[in-house]
């Protein structure tokens, strides 16, 4: 594998780790978050540098339904980290307390929180994209299964996927992400673990759906071109 592809992968990895553990926000700290908060921005940017190729394609070429998709994904994911990276610039406490923005805290606090929930949902749904191409550099390194383990491997995926759906309502994330609640309510006597599992179970929701949605819109664009 080239030292460029496992770069992406890393910088990915590490997105999609700190992505989860910054939803649990109150739960690893105020100072945590805003940490991990700024390393997340830093991997974003790193993993523009190491596609830029694609932004600078980005006004060539036809567009497809995959490829439209793929953009609307790419430009929701931007404004969101840009949102969120605004609302931590005002509201910083400890990483960025020495800059001297801090007007219009109740304002920076929506934005962050719109920015946050939803792009959780919309990184989650671009990594759904890009599945069948993470899957496919997997059975590199991992033997093929039986016909067998693939079905109950599918099983098991849809079952998590299906327990997304749960944890979605439960978390309240819709709300959060429409400002239908104004305030995140956290259990802090509830293990983080417990916490984690259900953002888990709601990216898988995402992905899952993201990944059958995009093999639709190339199904779709498969039979235009044979007709």
């Not at 899952?208 to 039979?223: D, E, P, T």
Request: hydrophobic fraction near 55%.
């Amino acid at each position: 594998m080239k030292q460029k592809t496992t770069l992406k992968i890393v910088v990915d990895i590490g997105m999609t780790v700190m992505l989860l553990l910054l939803m649990t926000y109150e739960l690893i700290g105020e100072a945590a978050y805003e940490w991990l908060g700024i390393g997340m921005f830093a991997l974003f940017i790193i993993h523009h540098i190491l596609n830029r190729k694609w932004s600078l394609r980005v006004f060539k070429g036809k567009y497809t339904l995959i490829r439209i998709w793929q953009t609307v994904l790419v430009i929701g994911v931007l404004i969101t980290m840009v949102g969120s990276m605004y609302g931590e610039v005002i509201l910083s406490k400890h990483a960025l307390s020495f800059l001297p923005f801090k007007g219009g805290r109740a304002f920076a606090r929506e934005i962050h929180m719109v920015s946050a929930y939803c792009g959780f949902v919309l990184i989650s749904l671009h990594l759904g994209l890009h599945w069948s191409m993470m899957m496919g550099m997997a059975r590199r390194f991992v033997k093929e299964l039986p016909t067998a383990g693939r079905w109950m491997l599918h099983g098991i995926v849809a079952f998590i996927a299906g327990y997304g759906v749960y944890a979605f309502i439960r978390r309240e994330i819709g709300h959060y992400m429409f400002l239908q609640n104004q305030y995140v309510f956290f259990d802090f006597e509830e293990p983080l673990i417990f916490l984690l599992a259900d953002y888990v179970a709601v990216m898988a929701l995402f992905v899952w759906v993201s990944h059958y949605f995009s093999k639709g819109l190339r199904y779709i664009i498969q039979i235009r071109k044979t007709k």
